[in-house]
């Protein structure tokens, strides 16, 4: 299974994004949901977040703050507007919430990932690259769209006067880091053909998931080549010690040893004659995926595939 990380800035169309895979049968998990599930009313994490944004964020009366260290969490709701207010008030504020939400987004993400069975799953997240997830991601795609175009979504969506969207935004990276993160971006800005793009990012997909695959016919084909160039050692010290008693040994007098090295390395031969043809298919394979890479996206497929798999190799 792959994660496919979604990320971006807010209102630059994530969720539309993430529609368009469903609709084309990949599973997405929401992480705005996840986090709404994690600051469900009565849960321990509200009690961090009034300690680090004010006890004033959590509604009910019951709620209040009993003493320094404690709150009555069983009837708490979080006020959501309020810890926008002040945890997107600044990058370091923003960074805060995320340090509190993100460990309990992360394990249920997580959790969700074992209940699918799915090739490619994608998680959208504006902060995914600063979650504990971001090491899970085999890739990451950034969706992007001009800033006036993200400000009339935000106040559209979440019913919010202008001043608020634009503090809002400004507590987020701009576009520039997330196209540097991003292994594949997504410009929906509406000038750009937004089916176009996700058939070019299937496409890379497709060359990911043929990947492993030809990875291990080339594994095979790897140890058939060792085992017949460390085969040549001991037939090249036959040879020599042939060549010495040339006139002395007969087919009855060769040792069984020699015969049984003789038969192994012409059964060794033959499965590297059988596989030379196979390596090179695979070369013309890995050529054909060059040239369409070529064709693909602001980073090319090649690159994409490459970094991806050094992400693995570090993992590992």
């Not at 995914?128 to 001009?146: I, N, R």
Request: charged share 25%.
């Amino acid at each position: 299974m792959r994660l496919i990380g979604i990320t971006g800035q807010t209102g630059a169309g994530k969720s539309t994004v993430c529609a368009a895979l469903a609709a084309r049968g990949y599973p997405v998990i929401d992480g705005d949901i996840l986090a709404r599930q994690a600051t469900r009313p009565g849960s321990p994490l509200l009690a961090e977040l009034a300690a680090e944004f004010g006890e004033d964020i959590l509604i009910n009366a019951e709620c209040k703050m009993q003493n320094a260290e404690s709150f009555n969490l069983e009837n708490a709701e979080l006020d959501r507007k309020l810890l926008a207010q002040r945890a997107f008030a600044s990058p370091e504020a923003t960074k805060k919430l995320n340090a509190i939400i993100h460990p309990a987004i992360a394990e249920m993400a997580r959790e969700r990932l074992t209940e699918l069975n799915a090739p490619i799953v994608f998680l959208e997240g504006a902060a995914l690259h600063e979650s504990p997830l971001a090491d899970d991601c085999a890739m990451f795609v950034a969706v992007t769209a001009p800033e006036d175009i993200r400000l009339e979504r935000i106040i559209a969506r979440d019913k919010l006067s202008t001043e608020e969207a634009r503090l809002r935004m400004s507590a987020q990276n701009d576009e520039e880091f997330y196209c540097d993160i991003a292994d594949f971006v997504i410009a929906n800005d509406g000038k750009h053909n937004l089916e176009e793009q996700l058939e070019t990012l299937q496409k890379i997909l497709a060359l990911l998931e043929e990947k492993p695959r030809r990875k291990k016919i080339e594994g095979v084909i790897s140890w058939i080549f060792a085992i017949f160039y460390i085969s040549l050692i001991p037939m090249v010290i036959m040879g020599i010690i042939a060549a010495f008693k040339l006139d002395t040994l007969s087919e009855d007098s060769v040792p069984p040893i020699l015969q049984a090295i003789a038969i192994f390395f012409l059964l060794i031969l033959t499965f590297t004659l059988i596989a030379l043809p196979v390596q090179i298919v695979i070369i013309l394979l890995n050529l054909r995926d060059a040239y369409k890479a070529c064709r693909l996206g602001k980073k090319s497929a090649v690159k994409i595939i490459r970094d991806i798999w050094r992400k693995q190799r570090r993992k590992k």
